[in-house]
T-cell receptor, first 114, second 109 residues
Framework: NAGVTQTPKFRVLKTGQSMTLLCAQD?????MYWYRQDPGMGLRLIHY???????AKGEVPDGYNVSRLKKQNFLLGLESAAPSQTSVYFC?????????????FGPGTRLTVL | GQNIDQPTEMTATEGAIVQINCTYQ??????LFWYQQHAGEAPTFLSY??LDGLEEKGRFSSFLSRSKGYSYLLLKELQMKDSASYLC??????????WGAGTKLIIKP
């Protein structure tokens, strides 16, 4: 099992450009999450999904959109990138509804917006 | 508001014991997680506590006091590979994880 994978691993964008980050998991997990991690701050939730075809806003959703057309994939889109979106982005997944179980993380995408 | 506090950085000596504290104030509580994150890598799960008391797992132990809103992670027989950030996270009433900023642990020979 590959677990949680993310593409790309690194990306440099110019202000105003768009891009899509792809997350895939092969553990048949229901829940998937997108976080950003900035120096000196905890992981902050951008958007999440509790199942195929569903998405919900997290703590910092502005400037991002997501889609979960297939259970195994969760896409994060930046329509018009801004320097404030320079960050490390992590995708995570977990199993279960209402239960508490650990999240499994992908390796991260390091994004720089110039 | 929801808040999780942990020290920013700690230093310890190889072979010693270190305790990393975490205090929290959240809307509801459905358990507390500790994750380890090496520089440039993803967080990985270490432990989960939902009841008061100590959970031991090899060299690592985690303690929880729900009445005090307090947890600690205890690392024994420190090794150089334990140099990492340790993240405390609480599951709130909506089953969302609220994350602390992490404690960077530096191990010296």
């Amino acid at each position: 099992n590959a677990g949680v994978t993310q593409t790309p691993k690194f990306r440099v964008l110019k202000t105003g450009q768009s891009m899509t980050l792809l997350c895939a998991q092969d553990m048949n997990h229901e829940y998937m999450y997108w976080y950003r991690q900035d120096p000196g701050m905890g992981l902050r939730l951008i958007h999440y999904s509790v199942g195929e075809g569903t998405t919900a806003k997290g703590e910092v959703p502005d400037g991002y959109n997501v889609s979960r057309l297939k259970k195994q994939n969760f896409l994060l889109g930046l329509e018009s990138a801004a320097p404030s979106q320079t960050s490390v982005y992590f995708c995570a997944s977990r199993q279960g509804q209402g239960e508490v179980n650990e999240q499994f993380f992908g390796p991260g995408t390091r994004l720089t917006v110039l | 508001g929801q808040n999780i506090d942990q020290p920013t950085e700690m230093t310890a000596t190889e072979g010693a014991i270190v305790q990393i504290n975490c205090t929290y104030q959240t809307s509801g509580f459905n358990g507390l997680f500790w994750y380890q994150q090496h520089a440039g890598e993803a967080p990985t799960f270490l432990s989960y506590n939902v009841l008061d008391g100590l959970e031991e797992k090899g060299r690592f132990s985690s303690f929880l006091s729900r009445s005090k809103g307090y947890s600690y992670l205890l690392l024994k027989e420190l090794q150089m590979k334990d140099s990492a950030s340790y993240l405390c996270a609480v599951t709130d009433s909506n089953y969302q994880l609220i994350w602390g900023a992490g404690t960077k642990l530096i191990i010296k020979p």
